[in-house]
């Protein structure tokens, strides 16, 4: 049986509705950087997607080729993500979608380092005649985050947010998008497939302690 990220690591694909803490570690990615809104129809964002989706598949099938992966195992491709930001804005601003600047990601297997990632873009371009210069090796190490599973549509989402800032600041914890921390997406549902009220998406926020607690904390 194919080996489901989603299901061996639901604490990261999976949490539940209400918001919880966590800690995220490192992790080896397929990534794109771009800027726009991503509803535009034939947008970067859009053309990302399914380049990011030639070179995942370009990995996984390779069991099929000549071309053999030291310690392949059979997967199932994990979820699509984003990393999200506006220049001058503290988390995001769902108003102003033309103004965001994103990273689209797709995780990546254990066994795949930089140089499978460069195969499978001189595959990917060579048998699918495209450009995949775009797409990068990425790894990342999110760290502190708090969480939450948000169902419904993505203009939504600050209601969820909104949940997650009580929690942090009950536990004396603030949002910290400083030094590479976004606000990050991941995507369990096909928004072609599942209509808007029904699609699933983890919402996930970097924080850290909030150093006016620590303060108070130092004085006592």
Known sequence: MAFDYKKEYKEFY???KKPQIITIPSMNFIAIRGAGDPNEEGGA???SIGLLYGIAYTIKMSKKGEHKIDGYFDYV???LEGFWWQEGIHGVDYTRKK???WISLIRLPEFVMEETFRWAVKEATEKKQADFSKVEFLTYE???CVQCMHVG?????PQTVQMMNHLIEEQGYVTDFESGRYHHELYLSDVRRCKPENLKTVIR?????DGK???KMGRL
């Open 205 to 209: 926020q970097p924080i850290r302690r």
């Open 142 to 144: 999110e760290g502190l």
């Open 77 to 79: 491709v994990p979820p």
């Open 153 to 157: 549509p993505y203009d939504d989402e």
């Open 14 to 16: 999976l949490p539940p």
């Open 99 to 101: 103004d965001f600047q």
């Open 213 to 215: 607690e620590e303060f």
């Open 45 to 47: 964002y859009k053309e």
